[in-house]
C-alpha cells in the first residue's frame, strides 16, 4: 500500500519515538518573527545555549510594524521592545534576517516567494498560520514559545503524528469564487473542530487547476478548521513557482530537486483515515460573518436562525449575534461595513491585490467607509508599484500602505474601534481580532 505526502516526510524527519509516545522530528527550516521569538531566545540564553542550525532559521518582522511609516523608534514602546529584541538576537546567533531589507514581510508570503519553503521539507514557525507552506507540499507547524526555543536549541520538535484526511474538490470553481471561498466552505462544512488530530491533503481537480498564490490562501487557513497542517502535492505549477526563486535550487541542482519533490507526492494508492468530497462547481463566494470561520454563508445566503442549527453550535451561534448586533434570518447581502481591509498573509500577495484593483478600478469607496491596501511583502509593494496598483486604489479611495500584519492581529495602529463593522481578507474573525 502506498503513502501519504506526510507520512513520507514524517518518516524522513523522524529521529526516533520519545517515551512519551510522541515523534521526535528534524525540522527542516525554522521561521522566526519578533513577537513569539523574545521569550524563546532569552530562554537560551539562561541556560548557555546557542542555536544548533542558525542557517536553517530565517527572521522577519512582520506583526507589530507600523504599516504607515517605519521611522524608528517606533511610537509604540512594545514594539520598539520587540524589534530591538529580534536585531540584538539574529545578530548574536547569526540568523538571517529580512528586517529594513528589500525582502522584510509577512513570514508566510516571504518564505514561498523567495524559495525558502521547498517540498518535502517540515517547517516551524511561532505563528498558527505556518500551515501556508503546505501549498508547495511541505508538511508545516504553528508551534508555541517552548517549542521555538526547543528548535532553536536541537533543530527537533515533539510532535505525534496527525492522521491524513483527503479533502477532494472536483470540477470547476465558477467565475468569481475563489480559493478563500473554497476554504471557507471546507471549514462551515467540517466545522472549526473537524480536523483535530488530522492533517488535511486537498486534492482534486479544481485544487490541481489553482495557481501557486490561490494554493497558499487555501493552506493557510487549514488550522482554522482545526487541522495541524494542511498540503497539496507538489506538481508542475509548484515547480514552475520555485524556479529562479532566490534560494531555490539552480541548474543541475533544480532537477535533481525536482526529481526529489516528485517522490515526495502522496502515492496514488495512499491510504486516508477518511475522504471529504466537494463539487467545486456548486459553490458561491462565502462570507465568514460571525466568531469563528466556521459560521459563514454564501453570499447569495441569509445568517442563519439558531433554532434551526446544530443543538451543539447553537451557543456559539448565540455569542455571534450579541457580539456582531446582526439579526437572525436577514441577508448576508446589504450588510453595512465601517471599514475594508485588504491584506494579511492569507490575502496579501499580487494576485490579490490585482484582483482587488480590477473590481474597484473606477469606482469609489464610500465616503462612510475607511479602506485600507496593505501588501504582505516588500516584493509584493514593489511589483504593485510597477504594475501602478497604487494608483488605482489610492483613485478609488483606499489608503495605501507598507509591508505588515496590519488589521490582521491589530498589534500595530491599524486597528478598528468601538462597534464598527470590518470586511477583512485576513483569515481570523474571532473577538478581539
Not at 501519504?4 to 518518516?11: A, I
Not at 470553481?173 to 488535511?200: C, H, Q, S, W
Request: proline share 6%; hydrophobic share 40%; glycine share 10%.
Amino acid at each position: 500500500m502506498g503513502r501519504t505526502l506526510l507520512d513520507k516526510v514524517w518518516d524522513l524527519h523522524k529521529v526516533g519515538t520519545l517515551p512519551s509516545g510522541q515523534d521526535q522530528l528534524f525540522i527542516g527550516l525554522h521561521l522566526v518573527h519578533e513577537v513569539t521569538s523574545p521569550q524563546a531566545f532569552q530562554a537560551l540564553s539562561d541556560r548557555g545555549l546557542k542555536v544548533l542550525f542558525p542557517e536553517r532559521t530565517f527572521a522577519t518582522v512582520d506583526h507589530i510594524v507600523p504599516t504607515d511609516g517605519q521611522p524608528r523608534p517606533f511610537a509604540d514602546e512594545l514594539a520598539e521592545q520587540m524589534m530591538r529584541a529580534i536585531e540584538k538576537n539574529v545578530r548574536a546567533h547569526g540568523i538571517m534576517f529580512f528586517g529594513n531589507t528589500d525582502d522584510q514581510g509577512i513570514v508566510h508570503i516571504i518564505g514561498p516567494e523567495l524559495g525558502i519553503t521547498q517540498p518535502g521539507m517540515t517547517i516551524a514557525c511561532g505563528d498558527s498560520h505556518t500551515s501556508t507552506h503546505g501549498a508547495l507540499g511541505a508538511i508545516a507547524f504553528g508551534v508555541g514559545t517552548s517549542q521555538i526555543r526547543d528548535i532553536l536549541a536541537t533543530q527537533t520538535l515533539a510532535l505525534s503524528r496527525p492522521n491524513v484526511r483527503r479533502i477532494e474538490v472536483s470540477g470547476a470553481l465558477p467565475p468569481g469564487v475563489t480559493a478563500k471561498d473554497l476554504i471557507i466552505r471546507i471549514i462551515a462544512d467540517l466545522g472549526v473542530n473537524g480536523g483535530i488530530g488530522f492533517a488535511y491533503e486537498y486534492a482534486g481537480p479544481a485544487v490541481e487547476a489553482l495557481p501557486m498564490e490561490a494554493r497558499l490562501t487555501m493552506c493557510n487557513m487549514s488550522i482554522e478548521g482545526g487541522a495541524r497542517a494542511g498540503y497539496i502535492n507538489p506538481d508542475s505549477v509548484t515547480f514552475e513557482y520555485l524556479k529562479g526563486r532566490r534560494f531555490a535550487p539552480a541548474g543541475k541542482d533544480f532537477d535533481a530537486a525536482v526529481t526529489f519533490w516528485k517522490s515526495m507526492a502522496s502515492d496514488p494508492d495512499a491510504a486516508y483515515a477518511d475522504t471529504h468530497h466537494i463539487d467545486g462547481s456548486t459553490l458561491e463566494p462565502m462570507v465568514a460573518w460571525g466568531i469563528n470561520p466556521g459560521q459563514a454563508v454564501g453570499v447569495s445566503g441569509k445568517l442563519p436562525k439558531i433554532s434551526e442549527a446544530r443543538p451543539a453550535d447553537q451557543d456559539a451561534l448565540r455569542k455571534a449575534y450579541d457580539h456582531t448586533g446582526f439579526q437572525e434570518g436577514e441577508p448576508i447581502q446589504g450588510l453595512a461595513v465601517d471599514v475594508a481591509f485588504i491584506g494579511s498573509c492569507t490575502n496579501g500577495r499580487i494576485s490579490d491585490l490585482r484582483e482587488a484593483a480590477r473590481v474597484v478600478k473606477g469606482r469609489k469607496v464610500s465616503s462612510r467607509v475607511r479602506a485600507l491596501v496593505v501588501p504582505g511583502s516588500r516584493a509584493v509593494q514593489r511589483q504593485a508599484n510597477a504594475e501602478g496598483l497604487p494608483d488605482v486604489f489610492r483613485e478609488a479611495g483606499f489608503e495605501w500602505r507598507d509591508a505588515g500584519c496590519s488589521m490582521c492581529l491589530a498589534m500595530n495602529p491599524d486597528k478598528l474601534t468601538g462597534r464598527q463593522v470590518c470586511a477583512s481578507s485576513s483569515n481570523r474573525n474571532f473577538i478581539g481580532r
